[in-house]
């Protein structure tokens, strides 16, 4: 794994400081290593150094399904070190997605808590072993620190992380550990990391978003604090008792706190950092980060799970207008090219598939890969996302190639019918929807959330911004969305329960 040699570090320096906050509990930086020490001796006497399954991997492979739990940040880092490579499952996933992931993972030792019976029966079932990281608390470290710190900056994978997925089988990629260290790197620079005192991801760490987040704090040598599972209220008051200077969330997750921010809660004038990543930040999002984190620097970034970082934004009252319509300049040592259908390069202002080429992008699928999302190219990689390079050199992203319906014969990105939602003033939440029309080819739907607008008022609003051929044909006011494990909404259960009529 990309930090070994800097916990290694921080555990000399700062040692009874506190590293990770998970629920309340914490390990100092000292208990962080020593617990990694522990635990990456017993997976070496467990497994030793070769991969059983070669046809995956290289070395031995861990997998990790702890969820947010204080367990996870040392067997994480006892699962990457050396040529560890680590799994990271959602313990949460329905049975049949985790007995179909890890029949065809088939890791060489699964690390569990005492209390989940479901998942040690379905690894006893599959015949693998396991480890429960309650028993080795009380281990003895007795491996050479060297080899836990080694080749942290090798080209060497040592993720295999995980699309999400809803009914059918998550995509499993792999990730080299140069990839995370050059973009801890330039993170550090280009998010200000030397003048936040601690960070707060307050979602699942299995989720790629927070698991960098986890380790770009390691990386830094400044406190993580996390939470079982997402609670807007608890991610606030956390905010509140701990001082903590830096938030990283999705954009719904500033929608949750507006709600409760407007039953009279005081804004956190502390937080100096609010990150914005995994959905495109919007003016409602905007105007909620603002009322309730009033001198915190907005930044979002764009990128892929399989990319890395592309392009970041910085937000102030000035230039919001401007820079909500893009996504930003270039990452660090990242450069973008626009291409057709013939991978040719397109000029400025006109839209097409929009390739990278970077350090950060992964080794590949290990399953999954249909071809219609990422992909390599002598000139760049891509996940198909469309978009084009404005004057000023920022990103504008219209969206996923499979974000494009057509709707009485004309071209339509869902993505662009829900900024437009979004910037009305009063909107607190929209997601746009296509269902099969006789009439039309796809009919447009439009879930929203809002206190002062109606639904009667919303087709003339939106002919403000849209033509009249994207304007949703129907609009349903919600109050209560459904939500993944990172705060995200689920986008197939709000389109089945339309189609339930639950809506």
């Known amino acids: 794994m990309p930090v070994h040699d800097k916990v290694c570090a921080h555990a000399a320096a700062k040692g009874e400081e506190t590293a990770i906050n998970i629920a309340g509990k914490s390990l100092s930086w000292r208990q962080l290593w020593q617990r990694t020490l522990s635990l990456f001796s017993v997976i070496a006497e467990k497994v030793g150094n070769q991969r059983h399954n070669s046809s995956i991997a290289s070395g ?14 040392p067997a994480w880092l006892a699962a990457t070190a050396n040529q560890n490579i680590c799994a990271v499952i959602d313990p949460m996933l329905p049975l049949e997605q985790l007995r179909d992931v890890l029949t065809r993972l088939q890791p060489d030792l699964l ?34 620190v060297q080899a836990v710190k080694r080749d942290v900056d090798a080209p060497t994978p040592f993720l295999i992380n995980f699309t999400s997925g809803t009914t059918s089988t998550p995509k499993a990629f792999m990730r ?50 996390c939470m079982e599972k997402w609670d807007a209220a608890e991610a606030l008051t956390i905010l509140a008792q701990h001082q903590v200077q830096r938030l990283v969330l999705v954009p ?37 980060a603002r009322s309730i984190f009033p001198n915190a620097r907005v930044q979002e970034y764009y990128g892929a799970s399989e ?22 300049l270039p990452f660090p040592e990242v450069s973008w090219s626009i291409r057709d259908e013939q991978g040719q390069a397109l000029p400025p202002n006109t839209p097409g598939t929009i390739y990278l080429n970077s350090e950060q992008i992964c080794s590949g699928y290990l399953w999954g890969d249909d071809g219609k999302a990422f992909t390599s190219q002598l000139f760049g990689s891509s996940v198909r996302d469309i978009g084009y390079i404005n004057e000023l050199g920022c990103l504008v992203v219209i969206g996923r190639s499979g974000d494009m319906i057509v709707s009485g014969g ?26 099969e029309d006789d009439y039309r080819g796809k009919k447009l739907i439009a879930f929203f959330e809002s206190e002062t607008l109606d639904v009667g008022q919303l087709p003339e609003l939106c002919l403000l911004h849209l033509a009249k051929y994207k304007v949703p044909a129907e609009f349903y006011k919600m109050k209560v969305w459904p939500l993944t494990p990172s705060g995200k909404i689920k986008r197939s259960v709000l389109e089945k329960k339309f189609i339930n009529h639950e809506i």
């Not at 031995?60 to 940040?73: E, H, K, M, R, T």
């Not at 330039?186 to 991801?201: E, P, R, V």
């Open 60 to 73: 031995p492979v861990i997998a990790v399904a702890l969820g947010n739990d204080l367990q996870f940040p």
């Open 111 to 144: 690390l569990l808590k005492q209390s989940q019976n479901q998942l040690q029966d379905l690894a006893h079932e599959l015949k693998l072993s396991t480890l429960l990281v309650e028993d080795t608390c009380s281990k003895i470290a007795n491996h050479d």
């Open 176 to 225: 080299s550990r140069h990839s995370w260290r050059v973009s801890f790197k330039n993170g550090y620079q280009i998010f200000d990391l030397a003048h936040a005192n601690s960070t707060l991801f307050p979602g699942a760490l299995f989720h790629g978003i927070g698991l960098y987040c986890l380790n770009e704090a390691l990386d830094a040598g400044t406190p993580f604090f």
């Open 252 to 288: 719904t997750m500033l929608t949750a706190f507006w709600r409760l921010q407007s039953a009279d809660l005081a804004p956190l004038n502390q937080l100096t950092h609010l990150l914005s990543a995994g959905a495109k930040l919007e003016m409602n999002h905007y105007r909620h």
């Open 307 to 328: 990319l890395g970082f592309i392009a970041v934004s910085t937000l102030d009252d000035e230039n919001v207008d401007d820079q909500l319509a893009t996504v930003g």
């Open 410 to 435: 004309n071209n339509i990105y869902l993505s662009e019918i829900e900024s437009a939602l979004k910037s009305l003033p009063g909107m607190i939440e929209a997601v746009v929807i296509a269902l």
